[in-house]
């Protein structure tokens, strides 16, 4: 079993950056492509970013692209959301996930393991 862990959440003015981390820890030699997911209130979880094993050919949101950037260092198992300019819409509960398969996914369905999440609040 594979345990993620997420931490860096916070509360920001708009503008403002925030670097998201996740780790992993178990059996982690179950960790291929890894992503974050987000969650609104009264919204369902939607794709932010996704990473494969070997760290090339990421892949974002439309609404994300150009402001966050996903990388991963596989020596501990872990993952980093770099989030620049953010904006209201980007609050919500950042999601760390992880598949057993290298291949990227934008569809929650495809992950084996989540973390407990992570609060965002940007204000404006």
């Known amino acids: 079993q594979v345990q993620l862990g997420e931490s860096g959440g916070g509360l920001v003015q708009a503008g403002e950056s925030l670097r998201l981390s996740c780790l992993a820890s178990?059996?982690?030699?179950?960790?291929?492509?890894m992503g974050w997911f987000r969650q609104a209130p009264g919204k369902e979880r939607e794709f932010v970013a996704t990473i494969p094993w070997n760290g090339i050919n990421t892949y974002y949101a439309d609404s994300v692209r150009d402001r966050f950037t996903i990388s991963r260092d596989n020596r501990q198992p872990s993952m980093y959301l770099q989030m620049n300019s953010l904006k209201p819409e980007d609050t919500a509960v950042y999601y760390c996930?992880?598949?057993?398969?290298?291949?990227?996914?934008?569809?929650?369905?495809?992950?084996?393991?989540w973390g407990q999440g992570t609060q965002v609040t940007v204000s404006s």
């Open positions: 996930a992880a598949r057993r398969s290298w291949r990227t996914s934008n569809d929650v369905r495809d992950y084996d393991y």
């Open positions: 178990g059996r982690t030699s179950d960790v291929g492509a």
